[in-house]
Nanobody, 131 residues
Framework: EVQLVESGGGLVQAGGSLRVSCAAS????????IGWYRQAPGKEREGVSC????????FYADSVKGRFTIFSDSERNTVSLLMNNLKPEDKAVYYC????????????????????????YGQGTQVTVSS
C-alpha cells in the first residue's frame, strides 16, 4: 500500500525558509515519480516540483524556480522540499504525491507534474507566509 506522510511546514515571515518532508512507503522510488503540489483556498492545484529517480527528470514551476529545491534520501525513503525566500503567495497546503512512471515519457512527467496529476497523495501540510 502506497503511503505518503508529510511533515514540516508552519508559519514563517516573508523572505524566510521552511522545509517540508514526505515519508514514503509501499513502493520503489525507481518505479515512480514523486513530488509536491499545493493548493490555496479558492484556487486550483498548482504543481510545484517533482523528480523521477529513474532518469533524473526534474520539474519546478516557474513561480518557485531558484527558490525551492527538491531532494530525496533514498535510504530513508523521504522526499523533501526546501523553500527559500518565501513569499506571501506561497501560502497554501502542500501535498506530497506520487505516480507510477511505467510507460510515461520524460516530457509527460514534466507536464503531469506541472498539472499536479498524481495517482497517490498525502494529507497535506499547511505553509503560511506572513508579509
Amino acid at each position: 500500500e502506497v503511503q505518503l506522510v508529510e511533515s514540516g511546514g508552519g508559519l514563517v515571515q516573508a523572505g524566510g525558509s521552511l522545509r517540508v518532508s514526505c515519508a514514503a512507503s509501499g513502493f520503489n522510488f525507481d518505479d515512480y515519480y514523486i513530488g509536491w503540489y499545493r493548493q490555496a483556498p479558492g484556487k486550483e492545484r498548482e504543481g510545484v516540483s517533482c523528480f523521477s529517480r529513474s532518469d533524473g527528470t526534474t520539474f519546478y514551476a516557474d513561480s518557485v524556480k531558484g527558490r525551492f529545491t527538491i531532494f530525496s534520501d533514498s535510504e530513508r525513503n523521504t522526499v523533501s522540499l526546501l523553500m527559500n525566500n518565501l513569499k506571501p503567495e506561497d501560502k497554501a497546503v502542500y501535498y506530497c504525491a506520487a505516480e507510477r512512471r511505467h510507460g510515461i515519457s520524460s516530457w509527460s512527467v514534466l507536464w503531469r507534474c506541472g498539472a499536479a496529476k498524481y495517482e497517490y497523495y498525502g494529507q497535506g501540510t499547511q505553509v503560511t507566509v506572513s508579509s
